[in-house]
């Protein structure tokens, strides 16, 4: 099983900053992909940024030139630094981890319990 911790959450006032780290452990496993999700009060979980083992990034539109996902392969962890938050950035931000394991070639994903941002106004 593959086990998903983030962190970094917490309270900003607008156009501040927060740094989010998520890391993933366990044994056996690649991972592919790892993301950034988040979830607003009364709204469905979106996408907010990707990066693949490749080095390539995605980003919402809502977030582009404001957050970056980045990514330390060799500890199977993603950041997201988050600069110039807006009250509409209050969410729970999850992390997800595409991986396979070394003995299968079906994909797995796994979640992390998320972390609240707040963004005061």
């Known amino acids: 099983q593959v086990h998903v911790v983030e962190s970094g959450g917490g309270l900003v006032q607008t156009g501040g900053s927060l740094r989010l780290s998520c890391t993933a452990s366990?044994?056996?496993?690649?991972?592919?992909?790892m993301a950034w999700y988040r979830q607003a009060p009364g709204k469905q979980r979106e996408l907010v940024a990707t990066?693949?083992?490749?080095?390539?990034?995605n980003y919402a539109d809502s977030v582009k030139g404001r957050f970056t996902i980045s990514r330390d392969t060799a500890r199977n962890t993603v950041y997201l630094q988050m600069d110039s938050l807006k009250p509409e950035d209050i969410a729970v931000y999850y992390c997800?981890?595409?991986?396979?394991?070394?003995?299968?070639?079906?994909?797995?994903?796994?979640w992390g319990q998320g972390t609240q941002v707040t963004v005061s106004s």
């Open positions: 990066t693949t083992n490749g080095g390539s990034t």
């Open positions: 997800n981890v595409q991986y396979r394991r070394a003995t299968s070639a079906f994909v797995n994903f796994a």
């Open positions: 366990g044994t056996g496993f690649t991972i592919n992909v």
